[in-house]
């Protein structure tokens, strides 16, 4: 069979149709196909032709069907090593590896693409997926030796095979002088004198071949400076694990050079546990005892780790004024001591309160785990995420969420436990190993994507900017990641509202907590339709929400459910009528009849509990926001008040006034902006019939509720205003 020659770029995969395809895989290909060293290289040069001209689509990742990473070492001497003759087709072997050595520069956009030849001179054409690679320093060059573990010919849409890469741990790029590396490839890296130093510095060591030459001719002040070096580009890399290490080296040679450093400074084990260890206590006074470049590394290196503090406290407005869309990463440290992590009856883990909270209180701050930082009209960042085996795509926020979840647990072991930890779906349960203490976690791409599928967030720069968005805007949200914030379980009427400053994501009482209650916020604000709502649940998070609302609203009989849809159907198809006009006095009753109609759909039968006593009534709540605004763009103050009282208590927020004084009396938790609007058209009510005091108690409220929707008062006065 000849391969095709290329006008199109069959190196970018096609998801929608790889989809069908490995599903019927054993139906098509041939396994004995054998393509040439030339066709390979002239399939190549041919895209890298299409990546010089540029015209290139969105770039897409692509999971395929899942597997597990390969356990073994390389350099084990019980595992198999492969030549390409030897490898099956869609069939991997965990114990196997195969050596090979690129012949070809990279193909890099959606993935790594290159021609690369085993020892026996067998040619083959090698994917490596969620590498991360850059065509400026690849890290797949030609002339790479690579060791692949559990390689084996998957088929590719227009014919032919390739051996393709998912799991980061799948690669190890070896050096030539590494034991496993073939003798021949050996001797002709013995032979090639003539490196230069950009050869060198491609080979990505150039600090490393400086400090062995140091170890040949030792010079303490070099030596600290070429580690400090290596720190500062490892910390700018993410590659935070590296950067401890080369900042522990350079500290303890500087230990031993300066009499007056205590000994212990000496020990590179206690200054990474000192790295390493979130806490700003620094009992050895590691930090006054080292010069000023080092102690700022550790400083840099102590905050991207992760650093707690046990205090509420936070310059909210000074932060606030940092963060921009260039700019979403803050220095704060951490609040979570007044939380912990427990097991729910029925919910799996949930985040529990460890004192009682008051409501509006900060219950817990926590800077992004990951929170991918982009221009949102940047076209160059498009990308998307297909997951074939899951059936799922993910646009843009996805997709660089899990790439640079990949990448940070990829280069930093260190926090891989804790980010594992998180629940996957019983994915690794199913497919992976109970992984030892002394073993290293491996980043499983798949098990990472059902992570960040199950506890991403969707968020906006800051809080506050969701306020100012023109109606029916859909602006696009990053997805980001916090850990201990994943734990918090979904409640359609939650005790909490999470924010967020940049990466900082806030928690905040939505109403007193008692100490030993367990947290929960909103995933998605409820549908109106209990069967909706719960479709959307299930279908995401995979679990039913079972609330007192949802209880409630499932117990309802169809028929009257079904009429509750069809009334407010009716509703805001009126409403949409009216359009840019407005409302005349005649159409705001009209829809004041529907309302009361609606209501009645949600009163108790005679001689019942009235079950929704305390509960919101969510039909109602855009009809009654709806008739507030009405009755106030005509200034009808009584009808204001009368509707904006009916919207909170919509909301499930019952509310009195009794002597002169505002005070409300149930709040189920749904606190957001509508809520606010509401305390804020009411103390225009009470202000307009002259009862301040009243309207004073209202603006106290919405002030309160406005720091629990927002996380910060940044904003607060000119939209009360408004
Ligand atoms: C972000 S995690 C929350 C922490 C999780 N419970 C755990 O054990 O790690 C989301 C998952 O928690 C569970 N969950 C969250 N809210 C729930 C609820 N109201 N009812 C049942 N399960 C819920 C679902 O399994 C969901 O996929």
């Known amino acids: 069979m000849a ?72 350099h084990d001497s019980s595992c198999r090593r492969l030549h390409l003759l030897d490898l099956n087709l869609e069939s991997r072997d965990p114990n196997s590896i195969i050596i090979l050595r690129t012949v070809t520069s990279p193909y890099i956009y959606s993935s790594t693409i290159t021609v690369a030849e085993d020892e026996t001179g067998e040619v083959a054409r090698l994917m490596v997926c969620n590498l991360e690679d850059n065509l400026n320093d690849p890290i797949v060059d030609e002339g790479s030796i690579l060791a692949i573990k559990q390689p084996s010919w998957s088929r590719l849409l227009e014919g032919g095979y390739q051996i393709r890469v998912d799991h980061p741990s799948d690669l190890v790029v070896i050096k030539a002088e590494d034991d496993i590396t073939p003798q021949a490839w050996k001797s002709m890296q013995e032979l090639d004198t003539s490196k230069d130093a950009m050869q060198w510095k491609k080979e990505g060591d150039i600090y490393d071949r400086g400090l062995d030459y140091l170890i040949r001719h030792p010079s303490a002040t070099s030596s600290i400076d070429l580690y400090r070096k290596k720190c500062g580009v490892n910390i700018v890399l993410l590659r935070l694990d590296d950067a401890a290490t080369d900042l522990s080296n350079a500290i303890a040679i500087y230990a031993n050079t300066v009499d007056s450093v205590p000994s212990a400074l000496s020990e590179l084990s206690t200054i990474n546990a000192w790295l390493h260890d979130n806490s700003t206590e620094d009992p050895l006074q590691i930090a006054s005892n080292i010069s000023r470049p080092l102690r700022e ?33 803050v220095d704060a440290a951490n609040y979570t001591s007044e939380t912990l992590v427990k097991n729910t009856e029925t919910h799996g883990r949930g985040l529990f309160a460890k004192r009682d909270f008051k409501e509006g209180e900060l219950i817990c701050a926590e800077k992004a785990f990951v929170l991918p930082g982009y221009f949102i009209q940047d076209r160059s960042s498009d990308c ?27 280069w930093n072991p260190s926090l891989r436990r804790e980010f594992f930890e998180m629940d996957d779906g019983g994915y690794w349960k199913e497919n992976g190993w109970d992984v030892g203490d002394d073993e290293e976690v491996p980043v499983d791409v798949f098990r990472v994507e059902r992570i960040r599928r199950l506890n991403g967030f969707s968020v906006p720069i800051r809080s506050s900017d969701l306020l100012n968005q023109p109606p029916n805007s859909n602006p696009e949200l990053r997805n980001g990641f916090w850990i201990h914030a994943s734990y918090i379980n979904h409640c359609c009427l939650p005790n909490c509202v999470r924010t967020f400053i940049g990466d900082l994501h806030f928690l905040r009482a939505t109403r007193d907590i008692s100490c030993g209650e367990e947290l929960t916020h909103q995933y998605l604000s409820p549908d109106i339709d209990i069967a909706d709502r719960q479709d959307n649940y ?68 005679a001689g019942e509990d009235d079950k929704y006593a305390k509960l919101p009534k969510l039909a109602l709540v855009h009809p009654s926001l709806f008739l507030v605004e009405a009755w106030r763009s005509i ?66 409220i919405a002030r309160k509720f406005y720091l629990i929707i927002t996380g910060s008062e940044i904003g607060m006065e000119e939209f009360l205003k408004a």
């Open 3 to 74: 391969l095709p020659t290329t006008s199109r770029n069959t190196y970018e995969e096609l998801p929608e149709q790889l989809k069908d395809f490995q599903k019927n895989a054993s139906t098509n290909g041939d396994a004995q196909w054998k393509p040439s060293r030339g066709a390979l290289l002239r399939e190549h040069e041919a895209h890298m032709k299409i990546l010089s001209q540029g015209s290139l689509p969105v770039k897409t990742m692509t999971l395929p069907l899942s597997y597990p990473p390969s356990r073994v070492s390389i």
């Open 297 to 329: 590394l550790a400083a840099r290196i102590k905050f991207d780790l992760g650093l707690y503090q046990t205090t509420p406290t936070y310059n909210l407005s000074l932060i606030s004024s940092y963060v921009s869309p260039l700019t979403l990463h």
């Open 384 to 410: 998307m995420l297909y997951n074939l085996g899951e059936e799922t795509v993910a646009p843009r926020p996805g997709a660089l969420l899990f790439k640079e979840l990949i990448q940070k647990l990829k």
């Open 538 to 605: 299930r279908g995401t998070w995979g679990f039913e929400c079972d609330c007192a609302l949802c209880k409630i609203d499932s117990a309802v009989p169809e028929p009257i459910r079904k009429q509750r849809m069809k009334l407010f159907e009716d509703l805001k198809a009126s409403v949409m009528k009216l359009g840019e006009r407005g409302p005349t006095v005649t159409a705001i009753k009209k829809i004041a009849r529907g309302f009361r109609e609606l209501e009645t759909l949600y009163a108790p039968a």
């Open 635 to 700: 200034k009808n103050t009584d009808k204001m008040i009368e509707y904006a009282t009916k919207l909170l208590r919509n909301f499930g927020i019952n509310t009195a006034v009794e002597g002169g004084e505002f005070r409300i009396v149930s709040n189920a938790g749904l606190v957001n902006v509508e809520v606010v609007r509401a305390l804020k058209y009411l103390a225009e009510g009470y202000s307009v019939k002259g009862e301040e005091c009243i309207a004073e108690q209202c603006m106290g």
